[in-house]
């Protein structure tokens, strides 16, 4: 059997108006099914705003199968009707996020680079846990270093899916999926280009990873 490959977790990037919906069905598109997760991820907006920019970006999302999670906010979550909720670890509990948001949510919790985060989190009912970062980002300040030996003894030890996230770009993702990641996170690395070309650069170097 062959092990399934590595997928795309696309994170939006924080302004998501204008032409962003076009790039994202592009973005999609390119990745011929790769990207199976799209992350709403806005800053400083109601819940009214958040909401009027997520509407389109969903529907976008659910013609192709894409999974769209909310970044931090479990109430906008529900409000949507979101696929899910990606959870910082100052952002609730995965748990209290199951009962408002159901059974069928996908809940998923930065760990950082902590062991002992990732396993707490898939006790309280994460359905993946995110590690990072593995490299220096452009998209936000990154406190964390995490190392593929993490990724190494998650993927052999623990059947929790797994997010690798933070700087990852098309030349430096192959380490990532051969130490076992089941999603690599990226943003700025398809966002602040042609974003289909971008996706077709991690598609090349994930198949030949």
């Given amino acids: ?17 204008g032409d962003f919906p076009d790039r994202l069905a592009r973005a999609i598109d390119a990745g011929e099914g790769l990207v199976t997760a799209f ?19 969903q529907a976008i999302c659910a013609e192709r199968e894409v999974a769209f999670i909310v970044n931090d906010d479990i109430a906008l979550a529900k ?47 994460a359905d993946y846990v995110a590690f990072g970062a593995f490299f220096p980002s452009t998209t936000k300040e990154t406190e964390h270093r995490a190392e593929l030996d993490l990724l190494e003894w998650w993927s052999e030890m623990v059947e929790l899916p797994s997010v690798a996230i933070g700087g990852i770009t098309p030349e430096n993702c192959q380490p990532i999926v051969k130490a076992g990641a089941d999603f690599i996170a990226v ?15 991690f598609s090349e170097q994930i198949a030949a990873a």
């Fill in 39 to 57: 992350q709403f991820r806005v800053k400083g907006l109601d819940q009214h705003e958040a909401a009027a920019l997520a509407e389109p970006l």
């Fill in 79 to 125: 409000r949507l009707k979101a696929d899910g909720v990606h959870l910082g670890q100052g952002d609730g509990d995965p748990a209290e996020a199951r009962e408002d948001l159901g059974r069928e949510a996908q809940i998923g919790v930065t760990c950082h680079a902590s062991r002992h985060l990732a396993l707490e989190a898939g006790e309280a009912g």
């Fill in 1 to 17: 059997m062959t092990e399934p490959t590595c997928q795309i977790y696309l994170i939006s990037p924080l302004d998501v108006s």
């Fill in 187 to 201: 943003s700025g690395a398809v966002w602040n280009g042609d974003e289909v070309v971008a996706v077709k650069a």
